[in-house]
Structures are given as C-alpha cells and as structure tokens.
C-alpha cells in the first residue's frame, strides 16, 4: 500500500537555526497537510496546500514557517529560526480528495537545543 | 473552536472483549475520522463517518455519530494484543480545499493477552 514517507525521522537543530522537514505524499493525491504534536499534547493542524498554495493555516503557522512543492513529489515544511517551542513531532498528511481520508507519515521529531 | 474530546483516556481489556470509546466535539461538522497511533508511529485512518451517516463498520470497528449530542463511539469487537495503541478522533468542519482535522488527545488502549 502506498505511504507517505518523512526524513528525517529525528532532527536536532540549535535554537536560531533553519530546518527543513522533508515529505514525500502518495504519488495521486493532491492535498497535503502538516500537522504537528508537542509531547503529551493534542496533534494540531498547522497547514493545508493544494494547487500550489495555502488553502488553510493554523494561528500557529506564523511568518517563521514556510511550505513548497519543490517539484512533482516532494513537499517541504520550513522554519526559518527555530525556538525550544517548536520541539514537537511534525506529521505530514496526503488525501485524493478533501473529504476522504488522510493518510499520515511517520513523522519527524524534531528537537531544539 | 470544535474540539475532539475522547473518553476514557485510557482503558485496559482482555484479548477477546470489546473496547468501546467515546468522542464529544463542540462545533458542526462535515465528518468525524478515528485514527490509531502506535507508539513512536504516524496516525493511521480507521474510519470516517460523515455528518449524515448515523453508522458504519469496518470489520471488527463500529463507529456511531450523534449530531444531536455532537458524540460519536467506536466499538473495537474480539479486541486483539495487537490493537494496543493510542486512538484519536478527529472532526473535519470543511469540505473543500480548507479540509483540517482538529484532534483529540486521545485514548491509551492496552489489550491484555
């Protein structure tokens, strides 16, 4: 069955510095989402892209991150300068369509020092 | 802002019962998704039951949806060593392009073998 696929599974990076979280979606869909979950904490939304722009985003998604379609299967989740807040585990997401289901990578732990 | 809250948080049955988990939520919705989470891996999609469906299976999963009461349940039949794990509702107020999951915190399910 076709998976969405993340890299790296754990990103350490100094506060101040940028990260890339790196997505490969399922190779028919064309809606694709981040989503990120602080230890012990809910999953929450961060952003929704579709047709080459943000169709959704979340208070959280603030002028320090960024998403790109770089090419015809990657989708990227920057943040320009990190702070110990943004530790969490990001979760990319892929659907066919907005009413079914989406399916999930396994994440990126992404730890700031 | 519409919140997915499962009850128990966390609940502990024999191999061979039925695990049954509750879901409240506080704005309309389009549909309801339930998800399950192993420790350490992405969210996988259960089912999605949509704002005009009242029911629907899925092998052993039965899932229910009171708009009235704004809750749903998901039933686990003949519960399995290997359905421990964390399981999520999430619920989708749009449609479209704009489609966001708003998470719950989850429950924790231990099946004893």
Redesign the interface.
Known sequence: EPE?T?TPSHQVTQMGQEVILRCVPISNHL?F?W?RQILG?????LV?F??NEI??K?EIFDDQFSVERPDGSNFTLKIRSTKLEDSAMY?C?S?DL??????????TRLSIL | SQQGEEDPQALSIQEGENATMNCSYKTSI??L?W?RQNS??????LI?IRSNEREKHSGRLRVTLDTSKKSSSLLITASRAADTASY?C?TDA?????????????ITLSVRP
């Open positions: 969405v993340q809606y989402y989503y904490q809910k999953v929450e939304f929704s579709y047709n169709s959704e979340s979760f997401a659907s907005p009413i079914k289901p989406q399916h999930f990578g396994d994440g | 389009n549909n998704q998800y350490g891996r992405g969210l996988v999609h999605l999520f999430a749009f449609a479209g392009a704009n489609s966001k999951l708003t998470f719950g915190k989850g």
